[in-house]
């Protein structure tokens, strides 16, 4: 298996320009995980879907993000306007049984 | 709110030496706990997972305890090898309801000297 497919790997944009980050699960993983990583607050959680339907929005930062997960092999997190403190790195992680989580590359986002 | 704590932030070892990253969260209360690296522009790589009815985890060089009673994890490298260096994160998932969230660490910078 190729593991968590993310993209893109990188990430570069104006401030006030829409943002769509892109995952792949692991095929056959039930749960998937949205992750940012920033040096200030370290891994965050901000989203986490099970069988395509998201179960813990909390962690979404403001109404600016949202995530969608059409099918199972497929998720979204999009910025809508991005702003330079949404700079971060984006992880992905899928899990088969909710527990051992397997995280993607990242997209490392800028937003200047 | 379960906060996890990662002791010390860096540490920088010569070749060969055994060592220990710790770790240790506020709520003991926990359903597992895993460890992590986490190579510098890459993902996070899953190390050991430890069931919080479990005491450690062995992989190769590594070997993981957890203490629940005290809220304490270590993660022990035996024979460090400059390929070992990377940064380690430990993360904690609570015990309640469906809960599937990890509670990061902030990480533990490993660099191992040739």
């Known amino acids: 298996d190729a593991g968590v497919i993310q993209s893109p790997r990188h990430e570069v944009t104006e401030m006030g320009q829409e943002v769509t980050l892109r995952c792949k699960p692991i095929?056959?993983?039930?749960?998937l995980f949205w992750y940012r990583q920033t040096m200030m607050r370290g891994l965050e959680l901000l989203i986490y879907?099970?069988?395509?339907?998201?179960?813990?929005d909390s962690g979404m930062p403001e109404d600016r993000f949202s995530a969608k997960m059409p099918n199972a092999s497929f998720s979204t997190l999009k910025i809508q306007p991005s702003e330079p403190r949404d700079s971060a790195v984006y992880f992905c992680?899928?899990?088969?049984?909710?527990?051992?989580?397997?995280f993607g590359p990242g997209t490392r986002l800028t937003v200047t | 709110k379960q906060e996890v704590t990662q002791i010390p932030a860096a540490l920088s070892v010569p070749e060969g030496e055994n060592l220990v990253l710790n770790c240790s969260f506020t709520?003991?209360?926990?359903?597992?706990l895993q460890w992590f690296r986490q190579d510098p522009g890459k993902g996070l790589t899953s190390l050991l997972l430890?069931?919080?009815?479990?005491r450690e985890q062995t992989s190769g060089r590594l070997n993981a305890s957890l203490d629940k009673s005290s809220g304490r994890s270590t993660l022990y490298i035996a024979a460090s090898q400059p390929g070992d260096s990377a940064t380690y994160l430990c993360?904690?998932?609570?015990?309640?309801?469906?809960?599937?969230?990890?509670?990061f660490g902030s990480g533990t910078q490993l660099t191992v000297l040739p």
């Open positions: 992680a899928s899990s088969l049984t909710g527990s051992e989580q397997y």
């Open positions: 095929s056959g993983h039930d749960y």
């Open positions: 879907f099970n069988n395509n339907v998201p179960i813990d």
């Open positions: 709520d003991s209360a926990i359903y597992n």
């Open positions: 430890i069931q919080s009815s479990q």
């Open positions: 993360a904690v998932r609570m015990f309640s309801g469906s809960a599937r969230q990890l509670t």
